[in-house]
């Protein structure tokens, strides 16, 4: 066994790394363990928006906001079934902790512009951080190196080691072989959801679903596994955000991941960000809009339709989530949408979009066409779009002449396709954005048995200690990661420790 750290924590994205830092700033000797071969996780591939009440950047705007005010709000996002699932206390506690980790990340150099608004927000909250959200991870790593932590990389964690009811370490699997690893105070949980495992998702969510794949394909619920392996308790593991129909990510790596994320470099892009005029700032997130973002189901309500490779309709592209199950059940599980002339007009100015940030920016046909030429393609001939996307052009016609025939016998009927030019989006799939079951905890971010007590030495973070909230909206998701991980690792090091 190896010599033994302060705190362990196992994942390295935003919540892991924030836990990490926090750790190491009280004095800890930390390491960090990432089964992947860099750190990232599924911080390093959000757009990084950070949503909270009572910041200095609301104050700067003359924004008047309360912490209770955001507690009601955040409870508007989701559906009442959802909602009602939500720990009302442990989401209050979160938010009202949200604006000095703000301040905390501002420390480290990081670059943020806003508040924007988000209804039903009532006040402007959403800050977005500068660049983008691999911002978060560069600032965090170098300050965890400048604390002394350790990241280790391409180490996966096979199970936590207790000893006497206490965890006390962990055994990982690395390019040595298997590998204990003592810890004296903490072992905290930071490895992401489970968005990406099917065994998972079957489990809690239903069989029908398990075809439907994570947006972060290393999502897999290893720190839920490892909490439940010790007997804490899970809880909402079959609330899901999604699934969805997202675009597939582009090849190209989005404009912003080559922007300074530290330095004086930094610094001056974000005193460029906040002091930019409003229509350069919509530019700037309209290209993040048809990077991130999901068509709109308005889109379908109007007569867009699904086709396949094969170029047929499957689905009634009305229907949720049995339109997304469906997608995910066809060839390379992927579908692409055919929109006509009137499709193409109506979707070329306000209030008809492709995609948006609410009452921030739109992405319209042409943007699609301007930006993401490799999602959207423009021709007058349904064989020339379908050749272009590898689909079987004469079998789209066919697609097209039939649903107009079905259409016609229900007259008048919007959803009728009435000619050229046309407009093919794809590939789209369907995917779960995030998974919202978590590890129970209490507000010292401490892992809960099924009997309500602390299991000691094991803390959760981020996805892995959600305990029971809903935080559907912008922003929420990136604001408990590093709130949690802030308070996690001040907790930890607080503990006593176990030699």
């Known amino acids: 066994m190896l010599a033994p750290y302060d705190v362990i924590v196992v994942g390295a994205g935003g919540s892991g790394l924030a836990a990490a830092v926090s750790a190491a700033e009280a004095g800890g000797r930390v390491l960090v363990l990432e089964k992947r071969p860099e750190p990232g996780g599924t911080t390093g591939i959000a757009v990084g928006s950070f949503t909270a009440a009572k910041t200095r950047w609301q104050q700067a705007a003359g924004v008047v906001d309360s912490c209770a005010d955001h507690a009601v709000d955040a409870g508007k996002f989701a559906a009442e079934a959802i909602e009602a699932r939500n720990d009302g206390e442990l989401r209050a506690f979160f938010l009202g902790e949200a604006a000095a980790t703000l301040q905390w990340l501002a420390g480290f150099g990081l670059q943020f512009v806003g508040p924007s608004p988000e209804p039903p927000n009532r006040v402007p909250r959403m800050h977005n951080v500068v660049p983008g959200a691999k911002a978060y991870i560069a600032a965090l790593h170098l300050a965890l190196q400048r604390h002394g932590g350790e990241l280790r990389c391409n180490a996966a964690v096979q199970r936590l080691l207790v000893e006497d009811g206490r965890v006390r370490g962990v055994e990982i699997r690395d390019d040595h072989g298997l590998t204990q690893i003592r810890a004296t ?14 065994e998972m998702i079957a489990r ?4 029908r679903f398990a075809e439907i794949e994570g947006i972060n394909p290393f999502a897999e619920g290893d720190g839920h ?10 809880r909402n593991m079959d609330v899901t955000y999604g699934p969805e129909l997202r675009f597939v990510a582009s090849r190209r790596k989005p404009f912003q991941q080559y922007l300074p994320t ?12 906040g002091h930019s005029p409003a229509w350069l700032m919509r530019a700037m997130i309209k290209r993040l809009l048809v990077t991130w973002q999901h068509p709109e189901n308005a889109l379908f309500d109007d007569g867009a339709i699904l086709v396949n490779r094969l170029g047929e309709r499957f689905v009634d592209e009305r229907q949720w989530p049995e339109r997304e199950i469906a997608v995910a059940r066809q060839p390379d599980k992927v579908a692409f949408l055919l929109l006509d002339a009137q499709l193409i007009r109506r979707y070329s100015a306000w209030p008809h979009f492709i995609s948006t940030a609410p009452d921030i920016a739109y992405a319209y046909v042409a943007d699609y066409l301007r930006l993401r030429p490799d999602v959207a393609i423009q021709g007058v001939s349904l064989e020339q779009l379908a050749a272009a996307r590898g689909i079987d052009g004469q079998r789209l016609a066919e697609t097209v002449t039939s649903h107009n025939e079905m259409a016609e016998m229900r007259e008048p009927d919007p959803r009728k396709l009435t000619g050229p030019p046309w407009v093919l989006l794809g590939p789209v799939k369907a995917y779960f954005t995030t998974t919202e079951g978590g590890a129970a905890i209490n507000q010292r971010l401490q892992v809960l048995d099924k009997t309500g007590r602390s299991i000691p030495g094991l803390y959760a973070v981020g996805q892995n200690g959600l305990g029971g909230m809903i935080l559907w909206g912008h922003g929420l998701h990136i604001a ?10 001040r907790a930890a090091m607080a503990n006593s420790p176990e030699c």
């Open 185 to 198: 105070r903490a072992v905290i949980l930071a490895a992401g959801d489970y968005a990406n495992n099917p």
């Open 225 to 234: 596994t490892l909490a439940a392996d010790v007997g804490a308790e899970l």
């Open 204 to 207: 809690y969510k239903g069989a």
């Open 480 to 489: 408990w990661a590093m709130t949690s991980g802030r308070l996690a690792g």
């Open 262 to 273: 530290s330095g004086p470099w930094a610094k001056l892009l974000g005193f460029v960000a």
